[in-house]
């Protein structure tokens, strides 16, 4: 049973490109969740997903940054015109069931973006 | 708002010996949940051990446990026989807070000295 995966592991953009982060839940979870590592901090809470549905995006920057979780396919974390403070790791889990509860989050390894 | 602090940015210990990370939390909820995470070089984040708020026995994993101060807001990681591959960073969370995902601590880096 594969973990949760996560593509591409390193990216590189140049200022005002777009970025595109892919993620694919273990297999039965219907739950996607995005973090942001910055260097020397912990991970943020940025936006919680079901399919098709975004149940929670408190944590998003009001710009720039969208989420989507498609009916068929990965999640996708989108950044448009990045800026070289979007540089950090950012990491997907996924879980089967809501977070409210005792309901383990499975982590991905993570995507480096580096912004230049 | 949900926090977690984590007041020591890093600790050393000798292989074999015992050490304990520190956490502290502050919430408004009542039910609400407690992890550690490891997150090693490799930067896989790691679930290490977890503690239910209304439960009031400490969780226990192995060579992991952690002393949960329920009155005190606070949920340590007591490492026994520590050994070279628990080398890492090592991030507190919770549940709670108003919104869906863990609130994390700043971590803690733990070093082992062979």
């Known amino acids: 049973n594969a973990g949760v995966m996560q593509n591409p592991r390193h990216l590189v953009r140049r200022r005002g490109q777009e970025a595109r982060l892919r993620c694919s839940p273990m297999?039965?979870?219907?739950?996607v969740y995005w973090y942001r590592q910055l260097p020397e901090e912990g991970l943020k809470f940025m936006v919680y997903?079901?399919?098709?549905?975004?149940?929670?995006e408190s944590g998003m920057p009001k710009e720039r940054f969208s989420a989507e979780f498609p009916k068929e396919g990965p999640s996708i974390l989108r950044i448009q015109q990045v800026v070289r403070g979007d540089s950090a790791a950012y990491f997907c889990?996924?879980?089967?069931?809501?977070?409210?509860?005792?309901?383990?989050?499975?982590f991905g390894p993570g995507t480096r973006l580096t912004v230049l | 708002a949900q926090t977690v602090t984590q007041s020591q940015p890093e600790m050393s210990v000798q292989e074999a010996e015992t050490v304990t990370l520190s956490c502290t939390y502050d919430?408004?909820?009542?039910?609400?949940?407690l992890f550690w995470y490891k997150q090693p070089p490799s930067r896989q984040m790691i679930l290490v051990i977890r503690?239910?708020?209304?439960?009031?026995q400490n969780a226990t994993e192995n060579r992991f446990s952690v002393n949960f101060q329920k009155a005190a807001k606070s949920f340590s990681l007591k490492i026994s026989d520590s050994q070279l591959g628990d080398a890492a960073m090592y991030f507190c969370?919770?549940?709670?807070?108003?919104?869906?995902?863990?609130?994390f601590g700043k971590g803690t880096h733990l070093i082992i000295q062979p």
């Open positions: 969370a919770s549940t709670g807070g108003g919104a869906d995902g863990l609130t």
């Open positions: 297999k039965g979870h219907s739950h």
């Open positions: 503690q239910e708020a209304y439960k009031q």
């Open positions: 889990a996924s879980s089967p069931r809501s977070a409210l509860g005792y309901n383990e989050q499975f």
């Open positions: 919430t408004s909820e009542s039910d609400y949940y």
């Open positions: 997903l079901q399919k098709e549905n975004i149940i929670d």
